[in-house]
């Protein structure tokens, strides 16, 4: 292509993004309850959505019965990568709040996150679709269950990858606009149990030798504290530093009671792709040997929400993202680091594909008062819509 009908084509596909048919879509999707494990009617919805626009429409149920996954293919038949992008129809467990619109803004559950999101990706797909703007390759549309946690264990993407519903680079919309995540640390959520032998008693009959319940979940703390210190030598310039937290403690019924367990929480999260296991059982080691320490037993729940990530800076999905990002709103986006985690990680872990995650500067996200700027999710659909563009075929080496 010579840069005029370059010029022309990206023109054509801003156009061809339909704010009313976005906005509608959006908000037939919210309007559909789906907290997680839940999202079985919403999934039906969209389906039926992208039917009636004349796309074919597949459900593998990807591990999930219950809610079987949305899945359409845009393909050009020619040579060249397939752009996938992926979105959860799920909400978190709070109170429905139903689509309204107002001033421009779109509020409701999932507004946010991240049914707008979704709505737009589908908008980006109908564009191209309309516009025959894809030189080569296809676009992968995904949208599934299972994700927010704790009640969602990702095993819907998992399924999806296995099952090859997977693209050679993977786009999210999810809540994220002010920079571009090339990095995101890996996240697990754990408890530990500390237990002794014998039941609770008060604290002038207890025998000598009885372990110190509360103190040992307190040497616990001190113990994680000082490895949070070393952690810190392990950093990322965009995502951070290996980190272990703790939020919780508890244990005792009353002030003069030895009591029989404590239980400690936190997270723990770390910079470096592929340390998964070896983060666990570090962490599952230093438990141990407290326990021993201290004539105690405890256990450890180390539930892993996902592992980190890295994107080249030189794959080409940045520079497809870029010059589309380039193209929509006259300006690079910098590059910086994920501050959550979020089903990209999945994707970089599970399929080995680079994972972008960019969507709409939206508002209150895990709250009842989730709100989204239409004029957010329109250029997001023009962002995702240029980026296939860009990405998929004809200016680019792809695959054959
Ligand atoms: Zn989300």
């Known amino acids: 292509m010579d840069s005029a009908s370059d010029g022309e084509r990206l ?50 149920e990807a591990d999930w019965p219950e809610a079987p996954a949305v899945v359409v293919r845009l393909e050009t038949g020619r040579r060249g990568r397939t752009l996938q992008f992926d979105g959860h129809l799920d909400t978190v467990h709070l109170p429905f709040v139903p689509p309204s619109l107002e001033d421009g803004i779109l509020c409701g559950s999932g507004a946010s996150d991240m049914k707008g999101g979704i709505a737009a990706a589908v908008e980006a797909l109908r564009a191209l679709r309309e516009t025959e703007a894809l030189a080569g390759g296809g676009v992968l549309l995904t949208a599934h269950d299972h994700h927010e946690g704790p009640w969602g264990d990702r095993r819907q993407v998992r399924a999806l990858v296995a099952e090859g519903f997977v693209g050679d680079a993977v786009m999210l919309p999810e809540y994220l606009a002010d920079r571009l995540p090339l990095a995101g640390r890996g996240m697990a959520i754990f408890e530990v149990s500390i237990r002794r032998e014998g039941d609770p008693v008060h604290e002038v009959l207890r025998a000598p030798e009885t372990p110190d319940v ?37 244990s005792g019924e009353i002030y003069n009671q030895a009591p029989v367990g404590c239980t400690v929480r936190g997270t723990r999260r770390w910079v470096t792709p592929g340390r998964t296991d070896a983060v666990e059982a570090g962490f599952r080691a230093l438990v141990d040997e407290l326990a021993v320490e201290s004539g105690t037993s405890a256990t450890v729940d180390f539930q892993i929400q996902g592992d980190a990530f890295r994107v080249s800076h030189e794959d080409a999905i940045v520079s497809a993202f870029q010059s589309a990002y380039s193209a929509v709103t006259g300006r690079e986006l910098p590059v910086g680091g994920k501050p959550f985690v979020d089903d990209g990680n999945s994707y970089a872990a599970f399929a080995g594909i680079p994972a972008l ?5 939206a508002k209150g996200a895990h709250t009842l008062s989730e709100a989204v700027a239409v004029d957010e999710l329109v250029r997001v659909a023009r962002v995702y819509a240029m980026t296939a563009v860009a990405y998929c075929g004809g200016v680019v080496q792809g695959p054959e």
Do not use: M, Q, Y
Not at 217 to 223: I, Q, S, T, W
Not at 230 to 248: E, I, Q, Y
Not at 357 to 361: A, E, Q, R
């Open 11 to 60: 023109e054509e596909l801003r156009i061809a993004v339909n704010r009313e048919r976005l906005v509608e879509t959006a908000k037939a999707l919210i309007s559909v309850p789906s907290p997680t494990r839940s999202a079985g009617a919403v999934a039906d919805r969209l389906a039926e959505i992208l039917a009636d626009d004349g796309f074919e429409v597949k459900r593998p």
């Open 214 to 250: 509360p103190g040992v979940g307190a040497e616990l703390v001190c113990r994680l504290r000082s490895l949070n210190k070393t952690l810190a030598k392990t950093s990322d310039p965009w995502s951070g530093r290996d980190a272990v937290f703790v939020g919780f403690i508890e």
């Open 357 to 361: 995650t960019h969507g709409p500067d």
